[in-house]
């Protein structure tokens, strides 16, 4: 009997559970409002059958529960009722399946007057091609992809030569601007997908699929990769803004070309020696660092490294929060650098040096970091050498108390917070699975060990 | 030529060579009754590591970066092992070759299996399986994180945590099963063709035993494309073939491979993956049907109804694949076909639900443990079974996919509900393996546990989906989108699952108690119909039947036949010595 009534229970919270629960949907941002209705519509018939069903198995036991008088019913079969029950499940389950269709064939016309955008997916990162002027994308290749060339765009193709590029992990879109996304990975499955737009597609390799909506509402939406992709799957987001015609023309036109990302190698080492010695008194004369005055070893960092953090402190990304002290010392100290073809200049000079590796040994316990580096690893490489593919800088040869302290700023939020920091939020999140300092020294002194090996 | 006497298996005399060795009686058994012991000790064993790893998955996302034992890679490799052993190792073992393997015989009248050296082979070759997929564990780069779906390309490169001897380990063990499956079930098939005895015609069978016999069609066309996706993939990743790989970079370095398909190994692992949500579904379907039956005291209503529903639902689940695909990047126009195939088998599905109920509808309904245990699963598949009308109406699953949502809604139908249906199953028939019943205290105590435990973990889980929660994620982090109360949530459903899995082991000490100290049953104590309670000794001995075959005259559900005394009549009970309350004698009308 308690059977019963807990079942009766159980429908109530549920019920209860349901009309009072704060988690939803997000409110809608595209077109979809018809996906939204059919899952309204297909939510009501199910929940009434759950409803009916389970009350009438409630009602079910404690009528015809045992009672020794009485004997069960012998009834075999009951066609009539049976075809009855057949027919009114039928049409149920149609009235949910042709409005389910009649969506889906909504989904997959895209209209003609759909503006293209590439979104291309990588382990563990995005990034976004538009078409230039001609409204052609040009044609691409894994076999083109270069650090020059990250989107493996053909030069030979004459469409891909006014391509707008976007190597960064956030889109703009037009508001009101239907847009069909061709989606395009480079490594393995990724899945696109903004809870608020309700559309979703896989990125699948070796092929290019698509999704279209139209977003309908200004604001800043997280992109998510719900395909599991790795072991940094979790971290692949990205940001799309939706944003008025004024605010996407000045962003298109802050894009660079692919000939221009082409022409851009134009730096000059001279020029960034010359830059330097504004910078010598706490980086030291080779780029070699000074603990005592908090600066870490620039020597030998990735040039594309270099020219992200400094244009990071230039642009007030990096080097604004408050607990972040030497952060802030640096952000003003990079107005020595005017623009960012002194950025460039400078960052071509410091990776030019070869870098010293022997560097002070730390303290904690390089077995146990072995361990915890392996998250690391994927990215930043098994000797710590860095990876641009993967956007990781090399973290071998770096002083110890440099490496510790950004990575508990990284979990503070410290470091990577500022929105438009790339891959910030991916390091706050692969930061925080070392739980204590412990593990901070452990990791550090293998990434050390690393260093005094080679 | 001499010409060999063709004798009905029901008329020859009893040739058995019973084992007389410890060896040969519980070891290297033929015996499918220790066979099946073995079976499901072994399956449950290994179950019970997949629970603890979603103990500790649990643990994680209830309250992430408290563990330091969890980091994003050994997160995804518990989270693939205990998807894996769960739906192959645990379910699919335990119910064809755990029940599948000592109900057969036992209900359809046979002796044994009608292989029974195979069968002692099946289970060896099983434990093989499971040893290896075990040792995956110990190799360097652990077992493989790639999600139970172990979805090339991302399955077999660096990226992914146990990529290299993890994931060959992995499809080894898969290819072994299957093997061990294949063994078993051609066993099973044969025996129910051919092995029924005298009056055991088709449609007199018990439902448990059309359950059994459909999904082990289902499991010998499925499992091949498992087997040939795995050994695809062992290709691509140790010979270099690009079945599956397209040209690809992998953590920055472009690979030899080109021009395969990532999305053809999803079709093939699929087209294995829907029938093998049927290979657990239908035996559960057969087996509380009986449940329902004998302790209702009632005829299973509609029974022709419920054999062809089986038979209409094994079918149908071979054209329903690729709906776990609407977002995978295939051929749009396929939405159409797929979300109309799959929305039509929710009709013969509900149909049994309604049977189920329409079984119950004037019974005698005695509350023991297996029919808490078959009422649970009702309500258990009602609902798992009404969200899954939604995720199969394509366009509900573009939000959903990938979310908690789907999560929930297949532990709900595919979890909770076979397990259900496993301990009614284990209540219901334990008497039959040791002459005890389980402890009725302890088993209350693990029935409230299970039953409102699964709930409160997974009602609360379809929300996190509807507000868009991808699944597979070690750590949220911040988002905009995601209310911090989600968290709180998160850490409710942990409470909830770590206090469902500790009730698990209230059931383990309650088999092992009772098997030694549980309270006598006697013969047939639930005055069941069919077969297995009527054997010459209880427990059945090696054998199953002594001397002479049993004869069926009528089929496994006359309960309470009016006029008849009792309220029950055993198949193998002629019309002539049934007693009847009057002198009137009607016309027996239990036989069909």
Request: with cysteine; glycine share 8%; aromatic share 14%.
């Amino acid at each position: 009997m308690t059977i019963a009534f807990v079942i009766i229970l159980l429908v109530i919270a549920t019920l209860v559970f349901h009309f009072i629960s704060p988690w939803w949907f997000t409110p809608l941002a595209s077109n979809w409002q018809t996906i939204d209705n059919t899952i309204n519509l297909s939510l009501w018939v199910v929940g009434a059958v759950f409803v009916v069903v389970s009350l009438f198995l409630a009602f079910v036991i404690i009528k015809f529960r045992h009672n020794k008088n009485r004997r069960a019913d012998y009834e075999p079969e009951n066609n009539k009722l049976e075809g009855w029950l057949t027919l009114v499940t039928t049409l149920g389950v149609a009235a949910m399946l042709a409005p389910g269709l009649v969506v889906w064939g909504q989904f997959i016309s895209v209209p003609e007057n759909s503006k293209i955008v590439e979104v291309v997916g990588q382990q563990w990162h995005w990034s976004y091609r538009l078409p230039g002027k001609d409204g052609k994308l040009g044609k691409t290749a894994i076999k083109l992809i270069s650090e020059e060339n990250p989107f493996g765009i053909d030069v030979n193709d004459i469409n891909g030569a006014d391509d707008l590029l976007v190597k960064s992990n956030e889109l703009h879109l037009l508001i009101e601007q239907p847009v069909k996304v061709l989606l395009r990975s480079k490594d393995v499955l990724h899945n696109f997908a903004v809870p608020q737009f309700r559309v979703k597609m896989d990125l699948v390799p070796g092929t290019v699929t698509f999704v279209w909506f139209i977003p309908t509402k200004l604001g800043r939406y997280e992109l998510l990769c719900e395909e599991l992709c790795g072991i940094a799957h979790f971290t692949m987001r990205g940001y799309i803004k939706v944003v008025s015609a004024s605010d996407y023309q000045t962003w298109l036109t802050s894009l660079p070309t692919f000939t221009q990302t082409l022409a851009r190698d134009t730096a000059n080492i001279a020029q960034g020696k010359q830059l330097y010695t504004g910078c010598v008194s706490c980086h030291g004369i080779d780029g070699q660092g000074n603990e005592a005055m908090n600066a870490p070893k620039l020597m030998g960092l990735s040039r594309w490294y270099l020219h992200r953090q400094l244009s990071y402190f230039k642009r007030k990304i990096r080097g604004q929060n408050s607990d972040d002290l030497y952060g802030q010392q640096m952000s003003a100290m990079s107005a020595l650098l005017p623009d960012d073809k002194a950025i460039a200049d400078v960052s071509a000079y410091l990776s030019s040096l070869t870098a010293i590796e022997s560097i002070p040994v730390s303290t904690g316990d390089a077995i146990k970091g072995k361990a915890f580096y392996k998250n690391c690893s994927y990215c930043h490489g098994e000797h710590a050498q860095g990876n641009y593919a993967m956007n990781a800088p090399k973290l071998a040869g770096q002083y110890p108390w440099y490496l510790k302290r950004q990575i508990s700023s990284f979990q503070q939020g410290i470091r990577g917070a500022h929105p438009a920091d790339l891959y910030g939020k991916q390091m706050i999140l692969m930061s925080k699975t070392l739980h204590d300092e412990r593990a901070i020294n452990d990791v550090v002194s293998y990434i050390n060990s690393l260093t005094n090996v080679r | 030529m001499t010409k060999i006497e063709y004798v009905a298996i029901a008329d020859q005399v009893d040739q058995s060579n019973h084992p007389s060795t410890f060896l040969t009686k519980y070891i290297w058994s033929q015996d499918h009754k220790v066979i099946a012991i073995q079976y499901s000790i072994t399956a449950i064993a290994v179950g019970l590591v997949a629970l603890v790893l979603s103990g500790i998955m649990r643990l994680q996302l209830g309250f992430p970066n408290e563990f330091s034992f969890i980091d994003p890679a050994s997160y995804l490799q518990f989270v693939t092992m205990h998807g894996m052993i769960m739906v192959i190792y645990l379910l699919t073992a335990l119910l064809l070759g755990g029940f599948g393997n000592y109900l057969i015989p036992l209900m359809i009248g046979a002796r044994d299996m009608v292989f029974p050296y195979l069968n002692m082979l099946s289970y060896w070759t099983y434990l093989l399986s499971v040893f290896v997929l075990l040792a995956s564990f110990f190799v360097s780069g652990g077992p493989t994180g790639a999600g139970w779906t172990l979805y090339p390309p991302q399955a077999i490169l660096s990226g992914t945590p146990g990529a290299h001897a993890g994931i060959l380990l992995m499809l080894t063990s898969l290819a072994i099963f299957i093997v061990a499956f294949t063994m078993g079930g051609l066993n099973y098939v044969t025996t129910i063709l051919q092995a029924r005895t005298r009056g055991m015609t088709l449609m007199r069978m018990p439902l448990t035993v059309w359950g059994i016999f459909v999904a082990t069609i289902l499991g010998l066309l499925a499992f091949p494309a498992l087997l040939v996706s795995a050994i695809m993939m062992i290709f691509d990743k140790v010979v270099g073939t690009s079945f599956f790989m397209p040209a690809i970079l992998s953590l920055g370095e472009t690979l030899d491979h080109s021009g395969g398909s990532p999305i053809l190994f999803q079709h093939l692992f699929w087209f294995f993956g829907h029938p093998e949500v049927y290979i657990v579904a239908l035996p559960a379907f057969g087996m509380v049907s009986d449940v329902i039956a004998i302790h209702a005291r009632k005829n299973i209503f509609g029974y022709r109804m419920m054999v062809w529903a089986i038979i209409a639902i094994g079918g149908l689940s071979f054209v329903v694949w690729a709906h776990h695909m609407y977002v995978s990047g295939m051929n749009p126009y396929f939405g159409f076909f797929f979300a109309t195939t799959t929305l039509i088998i929710a009709i013969p599905t509900a149909l049994k639900v309604y049977n189920w109920l329409l079984t119950l509808w004037r019974g005698n309904i005695h509350l023991t443990m297996p029919m808490l245990f078959a009422i649970g699963f009702i309500f258990t598949f009602t609902h798992g079974g009404l969200t899954g009308l939604m995720l199969g109406n394509v366009v509900i699953d573009l939000p959903l996919s990938d979310t908690f949502f789907v999560v929930a809604h297949f532990h709900m139908v595919m979890g909770v509900s076979p397990i259900m249906v496993l301990f009614a199953a284990i209540y219901h028939w334990f008497p039959l393996l040791t002459g005890r019943f389980l402890d009725n205290k302890l088993g209350k105590f693990h029935f409230w546990g299970t039953f409102l435990g699964t709930y409160a973990i997974y009602l609360p889980m379809h929300y996190l989906g509807f507000l868009g929660v991808p699944r597979r994620y070690y750590a949220m982090g911040d988002t905009d989108f995601i209310p911090e109360s989600a968290q709180t949530l998160n850490a409710g459903i942990t409470v909830s699952a770590i206090i469902v899995g500790l009730v698990q082991f209230i059931f383990i000490a309650n088999v092992i108690w009772s098997t030694f100290k549980g309270k006598k049953s006697g013969r047939n104590p639930w005055q069941a119909t069919s077969l297995e309670w009527q054997t010459a000794d209880f427990p059945p001995g090696h054998g199953n039947w002594g001397e002479q075959l049993p004869q069926v005259y009528r089929w496994a559900y006359d309960f309470s036949v009016p006029k008849v005394k009792d309220d029950f009549i055993p198949q193998n009970l002629p019309s002539e010595e049934v007693e009847y309350l009057t002198s009137e004698r009607n016309n027996d009308r239990g036989k069909k």
